[in-house]
């Protein structure tokens, strides 16, 4: 079946500081969406992508339909942006969305 | 704007009782509904999903139901519950057409004691 490959699972940033997110697909999807889930376990949307590259404040996003992956890259990092981090990636003509494991984000002051 | 309500927001059950676990979706007609399950520390897991009132398709096999009896309903249930059905219940919609962007409810959390 299809396989979401999310790494790393664990991450621990200082305050400022940034870094690179990455999901790996074992099949060809179509696009691929971006979440972050606080603690109260709501999911909030940061991007959606069918192609090329996004970005919005701190946070950009990029996926490679081609080469069967996606990134998060996140820059001067707050403590708001503790959370756990998903990808979801679409296949091509289904309503089926795989979520990657998750990556646990903790940004220490 | 669009909105999606689900409820309960949080529920304890006896194993073997029945569940029904509803979500509503506001501003915006004919949606694709879809039900997910999240255990403690866990991925996401999509259940079900269903493009049309009546119609519904199943992802992965739990021992649950769902059913769309309205166009801005989704609701999932059980007979039986078991241990194993505890955790976090999701229910999301998207668009019908090509750009198919997941929005999530707020979520139910279920414990099955």
């Known amino acids: 079946g299809d396989q979401v490959e999310q790494s790393p699972s664990a991450l621990s940033l200082h305050e400022g500081t940034g870094s690179a997110l990455r999901c790996n697909f074992t099949?060809?999807?179509?696009?691929v969406q971006w979440f972050q889930q606080n603690s109260r376990g709501s999911l909030i949307n940061l991007f959606y992508?069918?192609?090329g590259t996004k970005e919005n404040g701190r946070l950009k996003s990029t996926f490679n339909s081609k080469e069967s992956y996606s990134t998060l890259h996140i820059r001067d990092a707050q403590l708001e942006d503790s959370g756990t981090y998903f990808c979801?990636?679409?296949?091509?003509?289904?309503?089926?969305?795989?979520f990657g494991a998750g990556t646990r984000l903790k940004v220490i002051a | 704007a669009q909105t999606i309500h689900q409820w309960p927001v949080a529920e304890i059950k006896a194993v073997g009782s029945p569940l029904s676990l509803g979500c509503t979706i506001k501003?915006?007609?004919?949606?694709?509904l879809y039900w997910y399950w999240q255990a403690t520390g866990g991925t996401l897991q999509q259940l079900f999903y269903s493009i049309t009132v009546g119609q519904v398709e199943s992802v992965v096999q739990l021992n649950l139901s769902a059913s769309r009896p309205k166009d801005d309903q989704f609701i999932l249930s059980t007979e039986k519950l078991l241990l194993s059905h505890s955790g976090f219940y999701l229910c999301?919609?998207?668009?019908?057409?090509?750009?198919?962007?997941?929005?999530f409810g707020a979520g139910t959390r279920l414990s099955v004691l």
């Open positions: 099949t060809t999807m179509r696009a």
């Open positions: 501003g915006k007609s004919s949606p694709n």
């Open positions: 979801a990636a679409i296949n091509t003509g289904n309503y089926k969305y795989v």
């Open positions: 999301a919609w998207s668009l019908t057409h090509s750009q198919n962007t997941l929005y």
């Open positions: 992508l069918a192609s």
